[in-house]
C-alpha cells in the first residue's frame, strides 16, 4: 500500500501548469494506485476539491497533507465530500466557498454546487464525448437523453447544433441546463429542456424526429429510472424510429461490470443498420487499471442504404 508521501508525490506531479481549467490530479477510483481506490482530487480553479469514497484509517493524515500541499499552489479553499457517509455531507476543509463555482473545459463553462450530496453537475470524464459531439454537430438536430445539466447541449449548440432536444426526469438539472447555456452566451432558440421518464415518453420524444446525433448517457443503476442490464436494450429498440438516415450513435456506458461488447450486441441485435465506427479515448487523467472496463463512449453511424445491400 502507498503512503501519503506517495500519494503527495503524485499530486504534486499531475499538478504541473493548472490554470482555471478542472482538472483531475489524483484518480484513486481506477485502481492504479494501492490502497486509494477511495480517493479522486479535483483542480477547480482555486478549489481542490476531494472526493472520499469509503472510510479509511488515514484520512485524517492525508487531509492533513492537502492543507500543507495547497499553501504552494493555486488553491485557497478545500472541499471534502465524504460518499460513504450516509447523504454524502460536504465540508469546506480550509478557506471559503463562493456561491459562483464553475467547471471551465475547452472555452466553455458549467454551474457547479460543490456541497451537493450527490453529484456536483459535471462529469469530467465525459470531456472527449462532449469535444466529439461539438465536432459533430453542425447544421444537426441532436437528441440528448439523461441530458443531466446539459453539457452535451452546450457543446452541441457551440459547435453549430440547429436544435437540441435534452430529456431528463430531473427538472432541477435541467434548470442548471438553461443556465450553463446563459452562461456560454447560447440563444436557446431551438433548445428543448423536457422532464420526461425517457422510457415512458417515446412518443413524445419521437415528434421531435427525426435525429441527426443521438446521445444516449444513462446512469448504470438509478433506482425508479434505469438500470443498464434491462433498460438499454429499450432505447436501442426504439432507435430506427427516431433516428435520421445518416444519424451519428453516441453510446455510452460506465459500468465496470460490463463491456463494450455489451451495447455492440444490442446494435447488432436491435439496430443493425447502425454500424460501430470506433470508442473515444477517454481522459488520460482517468486511466483505469483495465480500460475494458472504464467508461465506454462508443459511436455508430447508419447506413440504411448499405443494410438494404445487405439484406
Known amino acids: 500500500m502507498l503512503e501519503v508521501d506517495d500519494i ?25 494506485y494501492d490502497g486509494y481506490k477511495h480517493l479522486t482530487i479535483d483542480s477547480i480553479d482555486d478549489v481542490l476539491s476531494v472526493a ?19 499553501k504552494e499552489t493555486q488553491h485557497n479553499t478545500i472541499v471534502v465530500q465524504r460518499r460513504y457517509l ?7 476543509l480550509i478557506g471559503e466557498l463562493s456561491d459562483e463555482i464553475y467547471a471551465y473545459e475547452n472555452g466553455m463553462k458549467f454551474k457547479l454546487n460543490l456541497l451537493s450530496n450527490r453529484n456536483n453537475g459535471y462529469f469530467p470524464d465525459m470531456k472527449n464525448g462532449r469535444a466529439f459531439i461539438r465536432e459533430n454537430s453542425k447544421d444537426k438536430s441532436v437528441l440528448n437523453l439523461f441530458s443531466y445539466t446539459c453539457a452535451f447541449s ?17 427538472k432541477g438539472a435541467l434548470s442548471t441546463g438553461r443556465i450553463n447555456h446563459h452562461l456560454n452566451n447560447i440563444d436557446t432558440k431551438g433548445v428543448s429542456f423536457l422532464p420526461y421518464n425517457i422510457l415512458k415518453s417515446f412518443s413524445r420524444i419521437k415528434k421531435k424526429g427525426p435525429y441527426d446525433v443521438i446521445i444516449i448517457d444513462p446512469p448504470t443503476f438509478q433506482k425508479g429510472s434505469f438500470e443498464a442490464t434491462k433498460d438499454y436494450r429499450k432505447l436501442i429498440m426504439k432507435l430506427p424510429q427516431i433516428a435520421s438516415d445518416k444519424c451519428i450513435l453516441l453510446a455510452c456506458l460506465n459500468s ?18 447502425f454500424a460501430f465506427s470506433h ?30 445491400k445487405i439484406s
Not at 20 to 28: A, P, Q
Not at 258 to 273: G, H, R
Not at 284 to 303: A, C, M, Q, W
Open 86 to 92: 450516509k447523504g454524502s455531507p460536504s465540508e469546506v
Open 8 to 32: 503527495q508525490s503524485i499530486i504534486i506531479k499531475n499538478s504541473q501548469e493548472l490554470s482555471k481549467e478542472f482538472k483531475r490530479i489524483f484518480h484513486g477510483r481506477g485502481g492504479l
Open 52 to 70: 472520499l469514497y469509503f472510510e479509511e484509517k488515514n484520512e485524517d493524515k492525508l487531509l492533513d497533507m492537502l492543507k500543507e500541499f495547497i
Open 154 to 170: 452546450v457543446s452541441a449548440k457551440i459547435g453549430g447544433a440547429k436544435t437540441v432536444s435534452n430529456i431528463d426526469m430531473s
Open 256 to 273: 465496470p461490470d460490463l463491456d463494450e461488447d455489451f451495447i455492440k450486441n444490442l446494435i447488432k441485435e436491435l439496430a443493425p443498420s
Open 279 to 308: 470508442r473515444l479515448k477517454n481522459v488520460d487523467e482517468f486511466k483505469s487499471e483495465d480500460e475494458t472496463r472504464s467508461l465506454k463512449n462508443l459511436v455508430f453511424k447508419r447506413d440504411i442504404n448499405s443494410l438494404a
